[in-house]
């Protein structure tokens, strides 16, 4: 059995967090995992750099930010660190299938991340992370961590079982514009929401990416 045909076999237990790389899909997936004890979170999948036992919207206290994947040229190990928010799971189109069924709990969810923004043949739940990243970031600034990426604007789409997430909204500084797109995606999950504690994880993740553009500039 392949991964999509166990996904589609018990599609209640799983929800799947789709966005391109550095479209903010690893907090995406916080969010989710922290609004509700009904979804799988362990440990291990805190992405700590020093192994840390975290919660799904607590940050590190052993570094600025989650484990680096990757070193880049133009930043610094701290400016990389304020950056990540990263999870300790495999990709779905990656994850193997030992790993997959070491996550899985008959009673619980569990979210898996893609970057296959196609991905069109699950039946759970799908939340897509859409909107525009010039609206999150300046996008002509040479700090931007974005800059090297794909199209800076993803557009949603309709289907019964996704849910389009609008990303500049969630970011937003006006409380009201993020609470009515923190509560839509709530209400598509049917869970009850954490608004303090997802709140406060997004405003500290918005300051982590100033101070990261204020170092890259400065250097």
């Excluded at 059995?1 to 237990?13: A, F, Q, R, T």
């Excluded at 990656?94 to 970057?115: A, F, G, Q």
């Excluded at 039946?123 to 010039?134: A, N």
Aim: net charge neutral; proline share 4%; charged share 25%.
């Amino acid at each position: 059995m392949d991964i999509i045909s166990l996904i589609n076999k018990s599609p209640k237990n799983f929800c799947v967090v789709q966005a391109l790389p550095r479209f903010y899909g690893s907090v995406v997936y916080r969010i989710i995992a922290g609004s509700s004890k009904e979804y799988v979170w362990d440990k291990n999948m805190g992405g700590a750099a020093a192994n840390e036992d975290l919660n799904p919207l607590e940050w590190p206290h052993l570094t600025e930010g989650s484990g680096i994947y990757t070193t880049w040229e133009y930043a610094t190990f701290v400016q990389q660190h304020l950056m990540t928010a990263h999870i300790s799971i495999s990709l779905l189109e990656k994850i193997p299938m030992k790993e997959l069924r070491h996550k899985l709990d008959k009673n619980r969810i569990l979210v898996l991340k893609s970057h296959d923004m196609d991905l069109d043949n699950v039946e759970c739940k799908i939340v897509r992370v859409v909107g525009d990243l010039t609206k999150v970031t300046d996008f002509k600034n040479r700090s931007c961590a974005w800059r090297a990426k794909n199209k800076p604007v993803i557009e949603p789409i309709y289907k019964d079982n996704v849910h389009n997430l609008i990303l500049q909204n969630l970011l937003s500084s006006d409380f009201n514009i993020f609470l009515d797109e923190y509560i839509k995606l709530i209400q598509f999950l049917d869970c009850k929401p954490n608004i303090n504690n997802v709140r406060q994880y997004l405003l500290l993740s918005k300051d982590k990416l100033t101070r990261y553009n204020d170092l890259v500039e400065n250097n």
